[in-house]
């Protein structure tokens, strides 16, 4: 019979070896959200891990997902319009994306992978400068960037 020592360093070893599984999230790109807001990613903002994978699903048409700022070293996406798409989290941190064809109307969305938002002051000061390029809905950019831990 193994000692309760031994009984704890064989949980830990296999909890060391064992793969973490990764999460997907699925966003859905709507013209009108389950609340009657126009034009929306849901949800539009992601708390996510490292590894996790974002799947952006068109539930109507005309809709397409293109990042606008993403961490260091994570290249930019841009879908194909009324296809899904899916992202795979590289990096920790943000990832600010847009609808173009509706970014007028607000259609913006945050992704948060990881504890910390390293490159929080390059997404705020993207985010900030899609505010003059929308006509309605602005109030996003905020809402969407008080969610983020820093």
């Known amino acids: 019979m193994l000692s309760p020592r031994h009984v704890l360093a064989t949980l830990m070893?296999?909890?060391?070896?064992?793969?973490?599984?990764?999460?997907?999230?699925?966003?859905?790109?709507?013209?009108?959200?389950?609340?009657?807001?126009?034009?929306?990613?849901?949800?539009?903002?992601?708390q996510a891990e490292v590894g996790d994978t974002v799947r952006f699903v068109p539930e109507t048409a005309g809709h397409y997902v293109r990042s606008l700022a993403t961490p260091s070293g994570v290249s930019q996406w841009n879908s194909s319009e009324d296809q899904p798409y899916t992202v795979t989290l590289e990096q920790?941190?943000?990832?600010?994306y847009i609808c173009p064809p509706h970014l007028m109307m607000g259609m913006i969305?945050?992704?948060?992978?990881?504890?910390?938002?390293?490159?929080?002051?390059?997404?705020?000061?993207?985010?900030?400068?899609?505010?003059?390029r929308?006509?309605?809905?602005?109030?996003?950019?905020?809402?969407?960037?008080?969610?983020?831990?820093?």
């Open 92 to 96: 920790a941190g943000l990832y600010f």
């Open 13 to 46: 070893l296999a909890a060391a070896t064992t793969p973490a599984v990764a999460a997907e999230h699925v966003v859905r790109m709507l013209n009108i959200g389950s609340n009657g807001t126009t034009m929306v990613f849901e949800p539009a903002f992601v």
């Open 134 to 150: 929308m006509y309605s809905n602005t109030q996003r950019v905020d809402a969407l960037l008080q969610q983020v831990k820093p």
């Open 109 to 132: 969305g945050l992704i948060q992978a990881g504890p910390h938002a390293a490159n929080l002051p390059a997404v705020q000061a993207s985010m900030q400068a899609q505010k003059g």
